[in-house]
């Protein structure tokens, strides 16, 4: 079975700094794994996606984030945080064979000071 | 393209009343979704369906019911309401073409209260 573990349910950042999301996985293979953002009162949206191309995934809004197979880790960063990236951002796996069945990590809720 | 879109946005039940909420996507999606959002417990799929006719249980089925008569819907309903099942419900929407990993694309949300 696939599941995430997201690190720290609240982190909060000053206007220009980075942010830093941590996420470490637990699979037998490599999964595929991806960055939701929630903003206050709307769906989820996605942000970026790995599916075993390149390790350093690049997604919207300035965000990155790099899987590492060694670490089982898919750690997102931005930086320079920016007054609309305050937000609720869950990291989510899928088994490679049912890619349609994600399963999300508790999320990390974003607060970005001026 | 409207994308995906839920009804009611808000609800409040009393115990042991039953509701559907409503989910449509217009852009031909083959594959729909429903899930919970609980505080600090990220989201939980209770039913998926990859066809019109076809639908199967997530991780945690039960009290719902769902059908999926036509591609564009995908009703979640709800008999006997219990206080476990207040929440925040989402409806989900993506295309299964056999590349690796398709996009979802979510719904605004339902907030259910159940007292």
């Known amino acids: 079975a696939q599941s995430v573990t997201q690190l720290g349910s609240h982190v909060s950042v000053s206007e220009g700094a980075l942010v830093l999301l941590r996420c470490n996985y637990s699979s037998s293979v490599p999964p595929y794994l991806f960055w939701y953002v929630q903003y206050p009162n709307q769906g989820l949206q996605l942000l970026l996606k790995y599916t075993s191309a390149a390790t350093l995934v690049k997604g919207i809004n300035g965000f990155e984030a790099e899987f590492k197979k060694s670490e089982t880790s898919f750690h997102l960063t931005k930086p320079s945080a920016h007054m609309s990236d305050a937000a609720e951002y869950f990291c989510a796996v899928s088994p490679r064979s049912n890619d349609y069945k994600l399963s999300f990590g508790a999320g990390t809720t974003v607060t970005v000071r001026a | 393209n409207a994308g995906v879109t839920q009804t009611p946005k808000f609800r409040i039940l009393k115990i042991g009343q039953s509701m559907t909420l409503q989910c449509t996507q217009d852009m031909n999606h083959n594959y729909m979704y429903w899930y919970r959002q609980d505080p600090g417990m990220g989201l939980k799929l209770i039913y998926y369906?990859?066809?019109?006719?076809?639908?199967d249980k997530g991780e945690v089925p039960n009290g719902y019911n769902v059908s999926r008569s036509t591609t564009e819907d995908f009703p979640l309903r709800l008999e006997l309401a219990a206080p476990s099942q207040t929440s925040v419900y989402f409806c989900?929407?993506?295309?299964?073409?056999?590349?690796?990993?398709?996009?979802?694309?979510f719904g605004p949300g339902t907030r259910l209260t159940v007292l």
């Open positions: 989900a929407s993506s295309y299964s073409n056999g590349a690796p990993y398709n996009e979802q694309f």
């Open positions: 369906s990859v066809g019109a006719g076809i639908t």
